[in-house]
DNA sequence: ATGACTAACGGGATATTTGCCCGATGTCCA
DNA sequence: TGGACATCGGGCAAATATCCCGTTAGTCAT
């Protein structure tokens, strides 16, 4: 491994950040930067030209995901060793990136070491995890969300729905022909179960369940 | 000022782009970073003892924001010259930052000769912005919504940022480094400002604004 | 049908938040 | 230097949240 170094390709479309990598790695005798692309087509296009040894990832970029150039270079090449290096410190993204075919996952706040640790293990057929995604999928593995809702009664659902319309403790009385009393019970049973302690909390937990509808906020806007 | 290059402060809570800022403006002959700083109080700390000519500052981080740090550094130093380089292209970001003392906004997408650019703008006491901001500025003129966004002020701005996390009013008074009762009155005013009565309400609008970023939202959905 | 279970409803009691007002202070600018 | 604003918070009544409780009614298996 002394007498060849490993060949990335890094993909990302900030500039500035294609700029650190290539300092950052330019330091480590073993490693070389051949290539670079900042959109998910040039990347699948640069993969074939250059065929490095590991690919750097970012996911965030604008067009097509970098998840999606991740799955057509797995297809053309199923031995190609990606790791993803991405903002997001949401374990949800370290999962579909790990289903798409990375092999690590490494967020951008880590410290840089990790990076040259990742791309090292990643050479190596290895699986790389931020210390702190890890954690969180070992945390989350333990199916949540969807189950929570599930614990939710029919009628705590409807006052749920009705709650997510802005509906104020009165006017969901009226509506199901209840006490206010009761709506704020349910309206607190409802986060208990669902385990959030605000209703900013609870909206964000909807728009992720897709309770709320996001095409109707988006088109909202304008 | 060729005899003399400009002394730079870059504030980034990544590391990878701290690096690749170096990078970049090592490459300029009239440009030196003499400090960096991760976080608000570190930017504040290193403004009073390096006094830089120009402060790169990115205005989302972890505990006290960037633009805590701005209005920090602008009331130790009237003078400062402060240039944002952002990851959002959300006019209203801009327009807070500049609210709060900065004199440039470029966005993270843009090509690093912008950034260059804005820097010696800024050096020279001149407003730099993007041009995708620019432009999502002047039109938004006719925007609704964003007018009445327009209508926090700096402060009411940064707190709105804090609940949307989800975060409760003790947590952002530690943050702050104010009384959780200014919390919750700024909540209150935050919402008559925004004519919305509830925080569900509040939080769609939010998401209509893009303040809360949606790809976020969708993408943790499985 | 009866006992066990659970959903739905809402009262009571207390803690906390909300909604709105106020005044004090500081800053900036004409 | 006076007025417009921003920031910070106290006060206080009304509303909600939180948690516990009991009543009613429907389901279901024995």
Request: no cysteine; glycine share 4%; proline share 3%.
């Amino acid at each position: 491994m002394s007498d060849k170094s490993i060949q990335i390709l890094l993909v990302d479309d900030h500039a500035i950040v294609r700029e650190g990598y290539r300092s950052l790695l330019q330091k480590q005798p073993n490693i070389s930067v051949i290539a670079d692309a900042r959109d998910a087509a040039e990347a699948y296009q640069n993969y074939k030209t250059f065929q490095p040894d590991v690919v750097i990832m970012d996911i965030s970029m604008p067009g097509q995901s970098g998840l999606e150039a991740i799955s057509r270079i797995r297809q053309y090449d199923g031995q190609a060793r990606i790791l993803v290096f991405s903002m997001h410190q949401n374990p949800s993204f370290a999962l579909q990136a790990i289903r798409a075919g990375a092999l690590g996952y490494i967020t951008k706040s880590s410290d840089p070491a990790l990076l040259i640790h990742g791309i090292y293990q990643v050479y190596e057929n290895k699986l790389s995890l931020s210390p702190d995604v890890a954690q969180a999928l070992a945390l989350e593995k333990l199916g949540q969300d969807k189950a929570r809702l599930d614990d939710l009664t029919v009628r705590e659902f409807e006052i749920l729905r009705l709650l997510l319309e802005a509906k104020n403790n009165q006017q969901i009385a009226d509506i199901l022909n209840i006490s206010p009393k009761t709506v704020s019970n349910s309206h607190y049973i409802i986060k208990r179960k669902l385990e959030v302690n605000s209703d900013i909390e609870l909206t964000r937990l909807a728009i992720r369940m897709k309770l709320l509808n996001l095409r109707d906020l988006i088109d909202e806007a304008e």
